[in-house]
């Protein structure tokens, strides 16, 4: 017998009652109830869907894999079309995606990363909804998802983390070691009118603040965001104050995209478009100055002895390099998929240079 519903949130309540049910969950806990039925009653063979691995099929190496936890978007940005075509945020029960981690992990992933359109309104939609893993509740809530993935002792990083306040509750998990101390966390510009016209929140001026309490609390965290040059109506003066945040920030890895106007977005019927070859040139100002600051921040890290994870030998990553999108550590030697000590002894504008220890 498994007993589900609203008292199943009181787990210990009906085991003390009732200490021969095989499991206890709460309500709306499908899948937790399914795993239990499975557990105590394996499915019978099917020869379609069992050549599948636990894991599922993944298209990337097979020590890091992306791990989806949610689809749509409840924001409104004007450059944007994924809600219009993804619908609002609907997020996955974090007994399912806890499941579908620890299933990577157990098939030899190293390394998982968080991804979804946005990943802080994670439980939004279900109001943070109380699910359970392992007989444990634990809140749909992008905090505690990440504190139940800290526990799987891997590799954890999180991409596409929309600004919100509650941003700055997972910064001491970074520093505690629990996931990367790496955010992705896209400003998109710096400018307050700006701002505005894309419906992004926040001011420059507190952004900068919140940078400096994450490092204060994280020295090692690592920043990722992305910016738009050339927005409809953006003035030199509203791209200075662009470059001049970017001095203040020295963030660490930064992608620049000129303003590109996508069939349906609401911005495209702002006034005063940019010229494409002021775009471009904006986009590559941005470039240029990000690559000096990139630079001068990994150069500081030459002597230092950094953890990588290897892609394939010679190429490994530290905790500040996400695959495909940022820099890499080059040495010589180690294998795919193992963790190595690497001293660094040289950098350029994005990638580290060093020898195996
Ligand atoms: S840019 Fe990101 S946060 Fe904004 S609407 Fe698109 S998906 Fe949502």
Redesign the pocket.
Known sequence: MVVTGCLGAKEGVVAKVHPSVLAITGPHDTEGVMQAVHQHLPKPHDPYVDLVPPQGIKLTPKHYAYLKISEG?????T?????SM?GDLVSRPIAQVMQEAENLVDAGVKELLVIS??TS?YGVDVKYRTGFVHGKPVKTRMVDLCRALGDLGIWVRLH?V?PYPHVDEVIPLMAEGKVLPYLDV?F?HASPRILKLM??PASAEKVLERIRAWREICPDIAIRSTFIAGFPGETEAEFAELLAFLDEAQLDRVGCFAYSPVEGAAANALPDPVPEAVKEERRARFMAKQAQISAAKLQRKVGKTLQVLIDEPGVGRSSADAPDIDGVVKFKGGKSGEFAQVLIERADEHDLYGRKL
């Open positions: 978007c409840n924001h409104r940005c450059f944007c079309i994924i809600p993804r359109q946005d309104a596409y929309y896209p998109q419906k992004r």
